[in-house]
């Protein structure tokens, strides 16, 4: 058995300071139903800051994750209902809502694939003492020892007199007791739920249309906004004329959003930038909509006001040659450059702005009063949302309050706090409670994009064939994910030396589903293949050379503590974790061409956290744009997968979504604006355009790492590669037209 030590501090429980160690926690929304006098009130023991447990048996778990259609809010009380022996049909969830007595692991940031990772122990210790205190209970009642006790859906039996007590008989008195100084976990052996494909506790309600989502927020008394936004970023509002809106019937008010500049130098500049706009409040959200066409607005474009993708490409292309920020230097790298008979390889690659496209139209709910805002929200990062609303406001954070609501779906684009800070500021000036809503057009139109990244991978190749130094110089729009764009170089080359650069963005940027790691594989699985066939060996083949050498790591004595404490052991399970997806694949031959009649097939591999994903994509040279793509072939290795099912979707969806970017992906921008508006010109891969998917989780006991992002990165190298096998062809970005596909220039020789 795995033994957890307990930190008291850690759980909520009752001691004797409250009547007779019973907590009742009756929770009342602002605007939420008053209990009826004659209505009975369950009494609900509140045993840490995960479970109660009424009288009834009820089990509640405070889901501390937001949900946004990934099967967290399932997936995480699935493990507590696991620890605790709970009956599954017995189980309710409930949001919890901003509070900081959760931790930044606990609650935090729903991002970065981390959601079970970063909850895992905390979770599971819940979950485990809770019924600990249940079986102590039992135990006190039967004068007996809790060894001869045993727990299962939602009971404790006796296992010498048959007795049992169900849950909520225990639940009072088991509150009372001592939490243990150490409890038992379960080994993953042990498991009922966990590993096993549970069904969503959402789906009924999704598919029935009574999920609520932050769009269905209704507040008594509130009134609708909507923006119309400066379209270039940085730029800001000249003059505008309202003469004709404030003429149609419902329109309430019309005013300017800027946030000053003094604020919005202290907002974090991915989490709070807000454009500068003209509200229009309205009795509903189409005429606030409709009204916005009547507006007249001269817009100050700024610095961007006269740039496009070619002049940010020429800018970037400058800096090639430029002084740079050295991120890694490892070896002596210049010999290897200057050596007359080393062959010089230089490759540039390149991955473009994406925009998200959530499915549900970003949104927000406010209500400023008394020196307080209250928000109603889908957002991935409740406390930064706060922290921002309230320098925007210029209030304490104690007097942001914060509702997290789900989403339908997000993808990065829900860490920003631009739409709870405009419904904020327009809440506060016309003092009511406002539901701000954004149309699709606005979402394309005034995303946060994934950064654009120019990367430019060179090779000092000896005469024998073999590589003597690697170069890598990113050049990238801003800082943001800069970690992946250095080399991780769990591929062991002798000479290591990375660059970063940075220029001017000419749109907004923020997390995209995959972050820095989808623009770093791009340039590192590509360049790696462009390798392998240079040097006339298999690409799978070479990538287990490449792994199967010692890496240097750095020197030890420049290295900081947590560096060799953490870092180092990470990265070296990390290391092994790639060489047993390749070996997989190499052992169930996957990437055997025997199997492919006509077409090409590549292979790419990226980690994202700790999560290991290699995938195989299969293409012909044929379609509308020149090629398509047939079949994908994931092989994961994630530690333990907590539910089949969703483990399934998440990769699947990951897959489209990197496979739209490569079809469809990018934006055009003219003066300083993005050109694409909604669906049919900003497109996404299309029901009849899937390719077959195959997902291979790797089987281990080892603890969860995330599923979310993982499958992304690799795609599009793994078509890109692909696309190189079967014609010839070597293109160096995304997304791939047929013009790519005439203009490519053939492989390096």
Not at 144 to 164: F, G, K, S, Y
Not at 177 to 183: G, L, R, V, W, Y
Not at 512 to 528: D, P
Not at 637 to 654: A, D, K, L, T
Request: glycine share 8%; aromatic share 8%.
């Amino acid at each position: 058995m795995d033994f957890m030590m307990m930190n008291r501090r850690d759980f909520l429980r009752v001691g004797s300071k409250i009547g007779g160690g019973l907590m009742v926690s009756i929770c009342l929304p602002v605007y939420g139903k008053f209990i009826s006098p004659n209505q009975t009130v369950t009494a609900n023991i509140e045993f840490n800051k995960f479970i109660s447990i009424d009288t009834n048996g009820e089990i509640t778990i405070m889901l501390t994750k937001h949900e946004m259609g990934q099967g967290t809010g399932t997936a995480i009380p699935t493990i507590i209902a696991d620890e605790l022996d709970a009956d599954w049909s017995k189980i309710k969830i409930e949001q919890a809502f901003y509070n900081p007595k959760y931790t930044w692991l606990e609650m935090g940031t729903t991002g970065g694939s981390g959601s079970i990772a970063r909850t895992w122990d905390a979770v599971r210790t819940a979950g485990a003492t809770t019924k600990a205190l249940l079986k102590q209970a039992a135990a006190n009642k039967w004068g007996v020892d809790p060894m001869v006790l045993e727990v299962n859906n939602n009971n404790v039996t006796n296992r010498i007199t048959n007795q049992t007590f169900c849950f909520g008989e225990l639940a009072e008195e088991a509150a009372k007791i001592p939490i243990p100084e150490s409890i038992v976990l379960k080994k993953p052996k042990e498991y009922i739920y966990v590993g096993r494909s549970v069904k969503n506790r959402i789906t009924k309600d999704v598919v029935s249309g009574n999920m609520r989502y932050g769009i269905d927020m209704n507040v008594p008394g509130m009134v609708y906004a909507s923006i119309e936004r400066c379209p270039v970023y940085g730029g800001a509002i000249k003059n505008y004329d309202d003469t004709e809106v404030r003429k149609m019937e419902g329109v309430i008010d019309v005013f300017p959003i800027a946030i000053p500049q003094k604020i919005k130098d202290s907002l974090h500049s991915i989490i709070g930038y807000v454009y500068d706009g003209i509200v229009i409040v309205a009795t509903s959200t189409w005429i606030a909509i409709k009204a916005r066409k009547q507006l007249k607005v001269e817009w100050d474009g700024g610095e961007n006001a006269n740039r496009n993708i070619v002049s940010l490409n020429e800018d970037m292309a400058a800096l090639k040659d430029s002084p740079a920020f050295m991120s890694m230097d490892l070896g002596d790298v210049e010999p290897c450059f200057q050596n007359p008979e080393n062959k010089i390889l230089e490759m540039e690659y390149n991955t473009p702005y994406q925009t998200h496209a959530v499915m549900e139209p970003l949104n927000a709910t406010a209500h400023f009063q008394d020196d307080v805002c209250e928000i109603w929200v889908g957002i991935q990062d409740p406390e930064k949302t706060i922290n921002n609303v309230s320098k925007a406001l210029e209030i304490s954070e104690e007097k942001v309050k914060i509702h997290v609501l789900k989403s339908g779906g997000s993808f990065g684009r829900r860490y920003a706090a631009d739409t709870s800070i405009e419904a904020a500021f327009i809440s506060k000036k016309i003092g009511k409670p406002v539901k701000l809503t954004w149309t699709r057009e606005d979402e394309i139109r005034n995303d946060h994009c994934q950064p654009y990244l120019k990367n430019y991978m060179t090779a000092a190749i000896t005469p024998d064939k073999s590589v003597a130094a690697i170069e890598n110089q990113a050049i990238c729009t801003i800082n943001y994910a800069v970690w992946s764009t250095k080399w991780d170089h769990y591929y062991a080359f002798p000479n290591i030396r990375c660059y970063r650069s940075k220029v001017s963005t000419l749109l907004q940027y923020g997390a995209w589903r995959s972050v820095g790691e989808h623009s770093a594989a791009l340039s590192k699985e590509c360049f790696v293949d462009e390798l392998a066939h240079y040097l006339e060996k298999d690409p799978l083949d070479y990538r287990l050379e490449l792994l199967s050498h010692e890496v240097d790591w750095g020197d030890p004595k420049e290295m900081s503590q947590a560096t060799i404490e953490r870092m180092l052991p990470r990265k070296r399970i990390l290391r092994q974790r790639q060489i047993e997806v390749l070996s997989y694949i190499k052992a169930k031959e996957l990437w055997s061409k025997e199997t492919l009649d006509t077409g090409g097939k590549g292979l790419a591999m990226m980690c994202f956290g700790d999560t290991v994903c290699a995938e195989i994509a299969e293409v012909t040279m044929e379609g509308e744009l020149g090629y398509s793509v047939n079949k994908i072939t994931a092989v994961v290795h994630c530690g333990m997968v907590i539910n089949p099912h969703f483990g399934r979707g998440q990769i699947e969806g990951s897959i489209i979504w990197a496979l739209s970017a490569i079809k469809y992906g990018g934006v055009e921008i003219e003066n300083g604006a993005i050109q694409r508006s909604n669906f049919h010109d900003n497109k996404v891969l299309r029901m009849d355009e899937l390719p077959e998917i195959e997902i291979i989780f790797m089987e281990s006991e080892e603890r969860p790492s995330g599923l979310g992002e993982p499958g992304t990165p690799p795609l599009a190298p793994a078509v890109l590669n692909a696309i190189f096998d079967a014609c010839g062809k070597r293109i160096r970005k995304i997304p791939v037209t047929k013009r790519d596909l005439v203009e490519s220039m053939d492989s390096i020789s």
